[in-house]
């Protein structure tokens, strides 16, 4: 396998998972729109996204086994899943102006 260790302490792995995140968020925007629109199996498909959203995110953590790279994807993951949660509520407040 190769060494990511590197690669996700770094600078440019932080942007691309901010981009990531920002895309993530949209989709999920788009996802729970359509489940509250009364599109019956748009729920299942928001379930779905959901989770390969999980897997998509917590990929990095299956590529190492690196304890020090591992506590550091996992902080950030907590700090991804609320920077969602910020994008989710400031795009649903923004656009409600």
């Known amino acids: 396998m190769a060494d990511y260790n590197e690669l996700f302490r770094s600078n440019d792995f932080r942007a691309f998972r901010k981009k990531q995140v920002e895309l993530v968020a949209e989709t999920i925007k788009r996802g ?36 020090k790279t591992l506590e550091i994807l996992r902080h ?17 407040v923004l656009d409600a102006e």
């Open 32 to 67: 729970v729109f359509l489940a509250t629109s009364g599109k019956p199996e748009a729920l299942a498909e928001l379930k779905g996204q959901l989770s390969i959203v999980k897997e998509f995110l917590r990929l990095p953590e299956a590529l190492t086994g690196d304890e």
């Open 76 to 92: 950030q993951l907590t700090e991804d899943v609320d920077d969602i949660t910020r994008i989710l509520i400031r795009k649903e």
